[in-house]
């Protein structure tokens, strides 16, 4: 009886401080986006007229951007649900965020009319967030496709669409 219980005593022991290393473990994946960033000029150094707000919340990640003097403000969920989405043009879709490992990824569907087409198409923008070890240089990844557009067309468009932007942090939140 007793060596059953001093196991069972072990065996809750080892089970609470995996349970706990684990949850540290995840929680301390998740980089701190929130702050204030200039777009790097082609020299490495910010000035540029674009800079991105980013308040950062459980359950959200909220980012203003700020692109020659016009501001647009979008809220990304990131429970699985879609928040409403507005472009840097003015275009209305739906947006979602989520975290994977370390990288925020942030994904935006809006309709547009392309010249030529019929009907309005799709717009899907993925962007993969990666912050610099020292949480100073913040790195985005931007793809673009067009899920309406046969795979070759989609492909040749997204290649003039898609890049990647480096933002220098200018303030922490």
């Known amino acids: 009886m007793r060596r059953s219980f001093t196991f069972l005593i072990c065996a809750t022991c080892v089970a609470l401080v995996t349970t706990t290393g684990a949850?540290?473990?995840?929680?301390?994946?998740?980089?701190?986006?929130?702050?204030?960033?200039?777009?790097?000029?082609?020299?490495?150094?910010?000035?540029?007229?674009?800079?991105l707000e980013v308040a950062q919340r459980e359950n959200s990640v909220e980012v203003t951007r700020n692109e020659q003097g016009k501001k647009v403000t979008?809220?990304?969920?990131?429970?699985?649900?879609?928040?409403?989405?507005?472009?840097?043009?003015?275009?209305?879709?739906?947006?979602r965020a989520q975290w994977k490992g370390k990288q925020l990824i942030i994904e935006s569907l809006v309709e547009t009319r392309v010249q030529g087409?019929?009907?309005?198409?799709?717009?899907h923008t993925k962007e993969r967030w990666q912050l610099?070890?020292?949480?100073?240089?913040?790195?985005?990844?931007?793809?673009?496709?067009?899920?309406?557009?046969?795979?070759?067309?989609?492909?040749?468009?997204?290649a003039t669409t898609s890049g990647k932007e480096k933002f220098v942090r200018i303030e922490d939140h």
């Open 23 to 51: 949850t540290n473990a995840l929680a301390g994946e998740t980089p701190n986006y929130a702050g204030r960033y200039s777009l790097q000029d082609k020299k490495g150094t910010p000035g540029s007229n674009t800079t």
């Open 74 to 95: 979008n809220r990304y969920p990131l429970d699985g649900s879609e928040g409403e989405y507005i472009s840097p043009g003015g275009l209305r879709g739906t947006c």
């Open 117 to 123: 087409a019929p009907h309005p198409v799709h717009e």
């Open 132 to 158: 610099s070890a020292d949480s100073k240089t913040l790195t985005i990844q931007t793809d673009v496709d067009f899920p309406d557009f046969p795979a070759d067309i989609s492909a040749a468009v997204a």
